[in-house]
């Protein structure tokens, strides 16, 4: 076969920057960011699109989106996404949030935004930890899980026990569309990249307010390989943290 009849089947969506990576090898928040772009380049939006970003490993949004970001101060990326949709009402808003942010310091804020109905998308990666900060231990953290601040395994007792955010947010009324993916598996990344544009087109129909839960890995503070991560992710973290969707309006 000729180099002219050869057809490309893959290539780097459109919505992100031609950048190398610095995120730690076996991170996976760079397969998140391109199922992202990859539901912005389907529905063609990427022009109008305002992304915003918390205090954490996804504060690096702006420097791979080809998009308008915002940045916003630690777990307050509701709030600023909802005065932005609010002021562009026919642009689509997303916030991009680690469990550190979102499910500790910002738990005020994604839990009234949920609430009130925003038409916003929410895109929340949960790696167990404060990837960026130390790797402490995050409301999500398993039990027994070690970290930094819990070098003797998460204790319930004292610590209680990790919070499943997206069983939390399916129950308030707001909520148009929630569910919780991995991104551990060829076939886990297939269906996080369908639940991500169904939660886009969730707010792109006005439906209400859209959470995505992206279960991920974090090898450096973990202390594993990328594929010793892998699998733990389908061993302990998808047991407790268990996928599907929980709340669809639109279906």
């Not at 490309?8 to 998140?32: D, E, Y």
């Not at 990249?193 to 890995?217: M, N, P």
Request: glycine share 10%; hydrophobic share 40%.
């Amino acid at each position: 076969m000729t180099e002219q009849q050869m057809k490309q089947v893959f290539a780097r969506p459109a919505s992100l920057k031609p950048v190398p990576t610095h995120f730690c090898p076996g991170c996976q928040h760079g397969t998140i960011h391109r199922l992202v772009a990859e539901a912005l380049d389907h529905f063609g939006i990427a022009d109008q699109t305002i992304g915003v970003a918390s205090v954490g490993c996804s504060v690096f949004l702006y420097g791979y989106f080809n998009i308008d970001v915002i940045e916003a101060p630690h777990g307050r990326a509701p709030a600023v996404a909802t005065g932005a949709k609010r002021v562009h009402p026919g642009r689509p808003v997303f916030t991009y949030q680690g469990d550190g942010d979102l499910a500790a310091i910002g738990t005020s804020e994604i839990i009234h935004s949920a609430n009130r109905g925003e038409l916003l998308t929410v895109i929340f990666v949960n790696n167990t930890t404060y990837g960026m900060t130390g790797g402490q231990m995050a409301p999500t953290t398993l039990p027994q899980q070690t970290t930094s601040t819990s070098p003797r395994g998460r204790n319930v007792a004292k610590d209680g026990y990790p919070i499943r955010m997206t069983e939390l947010l399916s129950g308030l009324e707001g909520v148009a569309y929630a569910a919780r993916v991995a991104v551990n598996s060829p076939k886990h990344v297939l269906q996080a990249g369908k639940v991500i544009r169904q939660a886009f087109k969730t707010q792109l129909d006005g439906k209400g307010f859209a959470f995505v839960e992206v279960l991920s890995t974090c090898p450096t503070n973990w202390g594993m390989d990328p594929l010793a991560a892998n699998a733990r992710v389908a061993e302990e973290m998808i047991p407790y943290f268990p996928l599907g969707v929980f709340k669809d309006v639109t279906a």
